[in-house]
Nanobody
């Protein structure tokens, strides 16, 4: 059974920092691309940052220079360090694991989400 469990969300003032963690179980973590997505009320879910199995990273323009994604394959954990937070970063943040096998197809999993609220 695959589980992605996020933690680290909360309430923070604008300009503050939070670090989100996502611990994966039930998958061979090191071969998955991992991502953080967010969904604000009334908006579509959007990609915030992603990191490949080879540790290449990608960021949404809105968070470049403020957020950093990293992974620890020994701990089956992906992190999102969020600095200089803004009220518009308020959303539920979701962890995602994704890989495509040439024979078996795509494997894609989501966590339950963690709320991040940034007050002005």
């Amino acid at each position: 059974q695959v589980q992605l469990v996020e933690s680290g969300g909360g309430l923070v003032q604008a300009g503050g920092s939070l670090r989100l963690s996502c611990v994966a179980s039930g998958i061979i973590f090191r071969i998955y691309a991992m991502g953080w997505y967010r969904q604000a009320p009334g908006k579509q879910r959007e990609l915030v940052a992603s990191i490949t199995s080879g540790a290449s990273t990608n960021y949404a323009d809105s968070v470049k220079g403020r957020f950093t994604i990293s992974r620890d394959n020994a701990e089956n954990t992906v992190y999102l360090q969020m600095n200089s937070l803004k009220p518009e970063d308020t959303a539920v943040y979701y962890c995602n694991a994704d890989r495509t096998d040439r024979y078996l197809g795509r494997f894609n999993y989501w966590g339950q989400g963690t709320q991040v609220t940034v007050s002005s």
